[in-house]
């Protein structure tokens, strides 16, 4: 089975658990924190991802450094420790992303401009992706000076091309088949 299926369970499942005490939001915030303190730690890395390391001895480490973190939130990295998944931890996050989003009705678009745009910018982007997609539209932008001008977005794997350079290659095109 590959990761991004098994990932993809294991986000449903403690997903399905949090909505039931309306926690699905401290997801997010407590185990990706947690996750990403593990990556950027190398000694923690090689502590919690190597599968030497005894099982006991990660869900120890677990349990005395999530005191005040989510019940749930807690077991179910202690789960991933006796499951031997901790690796997939970030794979895991970004399937729940996926799922908390669609339940919202909220996409994330990747935004690329010329130039960085301003608040104004980002919003007149948003609200027309919103009318376009019918969703909620979580703005990640960032700046791509091989555009020339205009903007693309990406929500999912739809890319909407309002570039400068989008227009002239397309131009390009129909002058080659013309």
């Known amino acids: 089975m590959s990761e991004a299926v098994v990932a993809r369970r294991y986000a449903q499942a403690i997903y399905d658990l949090l909505k039931e005490g309306e926690a699905t939001d401290v997801f997010v915030g407590e185990v990706a924190a947690y996750a990403r303190e593990i990556s950027a730690t190398p000694e923690l890395a090689n502590f919690f991802f190597n599968p030497t390391v005894q099982k006991d001895y990660k869900i120890r480490a677990i349990k005395e450094s999530t005191t005040g973190m989510n019940p749930h939130c807690t077991s179910f990295l202690a ?15 970004e399937a729940y992303e996926a799922i908390y989003n669609n339940d919202r009705n909220r996409v994330v ?28 539209i979580e703005i990640q932008s960032e700046v791509d000076a091989e555009l020339i001008g205009g903007v693309t977005a990406q929500i999912g794997s739809v890319v909407y091309d309002g570039s400068v350079r989008g227009h002239l290659e397309r131009m390009k095109d129909s002058l080659v088949r013309a």
Do not use: P
């Open 109 to 136: 678009a990747n935004v690329s401009s010329a130039f960085s745009l301003d608040s104004k910018q980002v919003e007149a982007v948003r609200e027309t992706l919103a009318q376009i997609t019918g969703k909620e």
């Open 79 to 93: 789960l991933l420790a006796r499951k031997g998944r901790l690796s997939i931890i970030d794979s895991i996050i």
